[in-house]
Nanobody, 119 residues
Framework: QVQLVESGGGLVQPGGSLRLSCAAS????????IGWFRQAPGKERELVSC?????NYADSVKGRFTISRDNAKNTVFLQMNSLKPEDTAVYYC???????????????WGQGTQVTVSS
């Protein structure tokens, strides 16, 4: 069964850091593109970062977020530094054959992990 499970979210103060994990089972992550997405209340789901050999980031997180993979653990990480209140959202990971840039192209969505940035 193909499954993605996100973890690592929580409450953090502005300027703080979190590392999110996306653990895969039922398939090998390094054969696919991995996207990290987020959805804030009342807003559409947006692409934060995607990696398919080339990594790209949304302008809003560039220089603060870093995506990485641990193929031995079949896990992808999103290191988030210098967090801002506007980063508050549910964060999801999902897969696709390549980084298409379109949310609808991605599948095998995890359940999401809540990130709240607040003092």
């Amino acid at each position: 069964q193909v499954q993605l499970v996100e973890s690592g979210g929580g409450l953090v103060q502005p300027g703080g850091s979190l590392r999110l994990s996306c653990a895969a089972s039922g398939f090998t992550l390094d054969s696919y593109a991995i996207g990290w997405f987020r959805q804030a209340p009342g807003k559409e789901r947006e692409l934060v970062s995607c990696s398919d050999g080339i990594t790209n980031y949304a302008d809003s997180v560039k220089g603060r977020f870093t995506i990485s993979r641990d193929n031995a653990k079949n896990t992808v990480f999103l290191q988030m530094n210098s967090l801002k209140p506007e980063d508050t959202a549910v964060y999801y990971c999902a897969t696709n054959a390549y980084c298409s840039g379109s949310v609808v192209d991605f599948g095998s969505w995890g359940q999401g992990t809540q990130v709240t940035v607040s003092s």
